[in-house]
């Protein structure tokens, strides 16, 4: 087996390394969308990533998950419209911050960064099928029911 040192070196390919005022303005640039990536915690209350979020970190039995919790999470994403992969990665996202005792309110910008889901929930066609099937029986047992009373 070989060892990685213990310091890794990470250095910018790809600038040339004669012109360091540009590979300095190029760190600065990396740094900058980096601190601005952290500071995005724009999140809406109700967005779905963060609604998961908060339910996930309510699941966490000390900074631990049961099979059965994070099964009924997965089921809770999916009627929100967030990807399964999306879903595990904010659930790895809170545990994390559960285990260094972070408050959950600081994983707001890690959490915004995943793609938001598309469009519309995904129950939300089943839901209103349903609703204008019970409109439509109902006013179909009052129809009959005003017509034997007349009858």
């Known amino acids: 087996m070989t060892s990685v040192a213990a310091t890794t070196h990470l250095r910018l390919v790809g600038v040339n390394e004669a012109s360091e005022g540009s590979a300095q303005r190029a760190r600065q640039a990396v740094a900058s969308e980096n601190r601005a990536a952290a500071a995005n915690t724009g999140l809406d209350p ?3 990533r ?3 979020a908060v339910r996930a970190y309510s699941q966490l ?7 059965d919790r994070r099964r009924r999470l997965m ?3 999916n009627g929100l419209g967030v990807r399964s992969f999306d879903a595990n990665m904010i659930i790895a996202i809170v545990q994390d911050h559960a285990r260094r005792g972070a408050p959950l309110s600081n994983a707001a910008g890690t ?10 929930r995904r129950g939300d066609g089943a839901v ?5 099937a019970a409109i439509a029986s109902a006013l179909t047992a009052n129809a009959f029911l ?3 009373l007349l009858g």
């Open 46 to 48: 109700t967005d779905p």
């Open 75 to 77: 089921r809770t994403a």
């Open 128 to 132: 209103m099928l349903r609703w204008i």
């Open 111 to 120: 959490v915004a960064l995943l793609e938001p889901p598309a469009g519309r």
């Open 61 to 67: 039995q000390g900074t631990a998950l049961s099979f």
């Open 50 to 52: 963060w609604v998961l």
């Open 146 to 148: 005003i017509w034997w």
